[in-house]
């Protein structure tokens, strides 16, 4: 069965200062991974996925994200935290063998302190 | 362009009453789906619609839940006899189609008092 962890409810991070928002993953066969924010009140925003190619990926507002399969991880980073990235993020994976909707994480709250 | 829209964007009921959720997807997209954001479970998938097959039901919590996408379009979330367990906030995403990256709106925030 697919699952995805998100180890830590919170994360505080110093504005300017590198972020990190961890996620691992477990799933049978090559996985489709993403990342979602939720800020307040507002619906998910997608903001990158790996599905084959770099194990490095780039998307929105300057977050990448880095696919370990050894490590069967896909942690969430930008090198210089802003406070408007202050919000909720959301880990999630979908099988590729079929099954077509995503199974999330619990979340992480991540707050940039100015 | 438009994104995914939902309405109401809060909705409060008795207990024992019905509510129906509407879902409007971004235009051209075949795939649409259900989940559920709750304090105790995360975010849980609901049901899924692609296009004119039958919908994937297999998150549906009970038969209290019910939903119907009209011309592959508009979607419906019923749920029957509500609970006060099924307050949650209620996420609606559409896709290209299969497989593709998911757009989510912005829910429906229902209390059962």
Redesign the interface.
């Known amino acids: 069965a697919q699952s995805v962890a998100q180890p830590e409810d919170q994360v505080n991070v110093a504005e300017g200062n590198p972020l990190t928002v961890k996620c691992t993953y477990s799933v049978s066969g090559n996985p489709y991974l993403f990342w979602y924010v939720q800020y307040p009140n507002r619906g998910l925003q997608f903001l990158l996925k790996y599905i084959t190619g770099d194990n490095l990926v780039k998307g929105s507002y300057g977050f990448e994200a880095e696919f370990n399969k050894s490590q069967t991880s896909f942690h969430l980073k930008k090198p210089s935290a802003l406070v408007s990235d202050s919000a909720l993020y959301f880990c999630a994976v979908r099988d590729h063998t079929g099954a077509n909707n995503l199974f999330f994480g619990t979340g992480t709250r991540l707050t940039v302190i100015p | 362009g438009a994104g ?1 829209s ?1 309405s109401p964007s809060n909705k409060v009921t008795e207990k024992g009453k019905d509510v129906e959720l509407r879902c409007d997807p971004i235009s051209g997209h075949t ?1 649409l ?1 259900w ?1 559920r954001q709750s304090l105790g479970q ?2 849980e ?1 609901l049901i ?1 619609f ?1 296009g004119n097959s039958a919908p ?1 039901k297999s ?1 549906l919590p009970s038969d209290r839940f019910s939903a119907e996408r009209t011309g592959g379009s508009v979607s419906t979330l019923t749920i029957q006899r509500t609970q006060q367990e099924d307050s949650a906030v209620y ?1 609606c ?1 559409s896709s290209l189609g ?2 593709r ?7 429906t925030r229902l209390t059962v008092l």
Do not use: I, K, R, S
């Open positions: 995914v939902q795939a789906y989940y995360g975010l998938f899924y692609q994937d998150g996420l995403a299969e497989g990256t998911q757009y989510f709106g912005p829910g």
